[in-house]
């Protein structure tokens, strides 16, 4: 597991697979993917990470406050996202009945709440890939 | 041996229910209805988005997708439970 | 009503899947399961892609191997088996 080449292309792979899975999230509005399949990419690639350098280095990249903290107010962030449409006199989870701004077809800008809220369920579902395995390899001392 | 016979004829009945089936992608097919036909043609002016998945995940189906990420969050929690040894304050098992 | 013939590419991919699925469940060794598991799962990516869903095509390929690399880590974790 400690071998020199896996550890080189690692290094040189790794990049642009997070890459991947951030514009796969960022872009889920106007190509085909989106948060959840982003997401996991996002996840993969810590996890390939702690998998190859060790679980120790792999821990100091992600540490156990910030995926608890990610897991904890993912869905709280959601629902504010939604609480936007009450507070400007609409349903919960409102985007153009609350009178945001749609923006122009197929930027990267448009669809007002949609981008927003695919960001935040895209770290969520990778913090949870991220937790899943650290919990599980981590020993029990 | 009187399983196999079973699940032969089981496996007899779905291939005879699949082969009644329509072939997939036809724009005559029963779960074509107006439902879709609506999201389809609205979905750029009611949520400004490309994507139509994305608008119908996202958008029209966002109690769905909240409820999804709730689901997540119970499964780690119930992961954490189950593996996690505690150490130090908080009174671990 | 004309009916979409299943091209000859499409129906080799349906056949993999299925010896891949009878495979899974015949061989004993739980580590050679779950990698015939990660080809299921890219050629049930590539089967996506053929009906013309790119999007489940992604979250196929991405989940597939998620499960492939959790799956894993249970095995190294739980395994007996002698190496």
Same mark, same amino acid.
């Given at each position: 597991?400690?071998?020199?080449?896996?550890?080189?292309?690692?290094?040189?792979?790794?990049?642009?697979?997070?890459?991947?899975?951030?514009?796969?999230?960022?872009?889920?509005?106007?190509?085909?993917?989106?948060?959840?399949?982003?997401?996991?990419?996002?996840?993969?690639?810590?996890?390939?990470?702690?998998?190859?350098?060790?679980?120790?280095?792999?821990?100091?990249?992600?540490?156990?406050? *910030?995926?608890?903290?990610?897991?904890?107010?993912?869905?709280?962030?959601?629902?504010?996202?939604?609480?936007?449409?009450?507070?400007?006199?609409?349903?919960?989870?409102?985007?153009?009945? *609350?009178?945001?701004?749609?923006?122009?077809?197929?930027?990267?800008?448009?669809?007002?709440?949609?981008?927003?809220?695919?960001?935040?369920?895209?770290?969520?579902?990778?913090?949870?890939?991220?937790?899943?395995?650290?919990?599980?390899?981590?020993?029990?001392? | @041996?009187?399983?196999?016979?079973?699940?032969?004829?089981?496996?007899?009945?779905?291939?005879?229910?699949?082969?009644?089936?329509?072939?997939? #992608? @036809?724009?005559?097919?029963?779960?074509?209805?107006?439902?879709?036909? $609506?999201?389809?043609?609205?979905? $750029?002016?009611?949520?400004?988005?490309?994507?139509?998945?994305?608008?119908?995940?996202?958008?029209? $189906?966002?109690?769905?997708? @909240?409820?999804?990420?709730?689901?997540?969050?119970?499964?780690?929690?119930?992961?954490?439970?189950?593996?996690?040894?505690? !150490? #130090? !304050?908080?009174? #671990?098992? | 009503?004309?009916?979409?013939?299943?091209?000859?590419?499409?129906?080799?991919?349906?056949?993999?899947?299925?010896?891949?699925?009878?495979?899974?469940?015949?061989?004993?060794?739980?580590?050679?399961?779950?990698?015939?598991?990660?080809?299921?799962?890219?050629?049930?990516?590539?089967?996506?892609?053929?009906?013309?869903?790119?999007?489940?095509?992604?979250?196929?390929?991405?989940?597939?191997?998620?499960?492939?690399?959790?799956?894993?880590?249970?095995?190294?974790?739980?395994?007996?088996?002698?190496?």
């Amino acid at each position: 597991m400690r071998d020199f080449v896996l550890k080189r292309v690692a290094a040189l792979l790794l990049p642009f697979i997070q890459m991947y899975g951030l514009y796969v999230i960022f872009h889920g509005h106007v190509s085909p993917g989106g948060s959840f399949a982003g997401g996991i990419v996002v996840g993969l690639a810590f996890i390939a990470f702690a998998t190859i350098y060790g679980l120790e280095r792999g821990r100091a990249k992600v540490p156990e406050k *910030a995926t608890t903290l990610v897991e904890s107010y993912g869905t709280l962030w959601y629902g504010l996202m939604g609480m936007i449409g009450i507070f400007k006199g609409a349903p919960f989870l409102a985007n153009k009945l *609350a009178g945001i701004d749609l923006g122009e077809l197929g930027a990267l800008s448009s669809g007002g709440l949609i981008s927003l809220i695919g960001l935040g369920v895209g770290i969520r579902v990778a913090s949870t890939m991220v937790a899943l395995f650290f919990t599980m390899m981590e020993d029990e001392s | @041996m009187i399983i196999l016979l079973i699940t032969l004829l089981a496996t007899h009945v779905v291939l005879l229910a699949v082969a009644e089936l329509p072939p997939y #992608g @036809m724009s005559g097919n029963p779960s074509y209805n107006q439902v879709a036909q $609506r999201y389809i043609e609205n979905a $750029r002016e009611d949520t400004g988005v490309l994507n139509v998945i994305t608008a119908i995940v996202l958008d029209y $189906r966002a109690y769905d997708t @909240m409820f999804e990420t709730i689901v997540l969050f119970t499964a780690v929690l119930a992961v954490i439970i189950t593996l996690k040894t505690t !150490e #130090g !304050e908080g009174g #671990g098992t | 009503m004309s009916f979409t013939t299943v091209d000859y590419g499409t129906m080799v991919m349906l056949l993999i899947l299925v010896v891949a699925s009878l495979a899974m469940y015949f061989i004993k060794d739980l580590l050679h399961a779950v990698i015939v598991y990660g080809a299921y799962t890219l050629i049930m990516a590539l089967v996506w892609l053929q009906m013309n869903t790119p999007d489940i095509a992604i979250t196929e390929a991405a989940a597939g191997i998620a499960m492939t690399v959790l799956m894993m880590v249970a095995i190294y974790r739980t395994s007996r088996r002698e190496e």
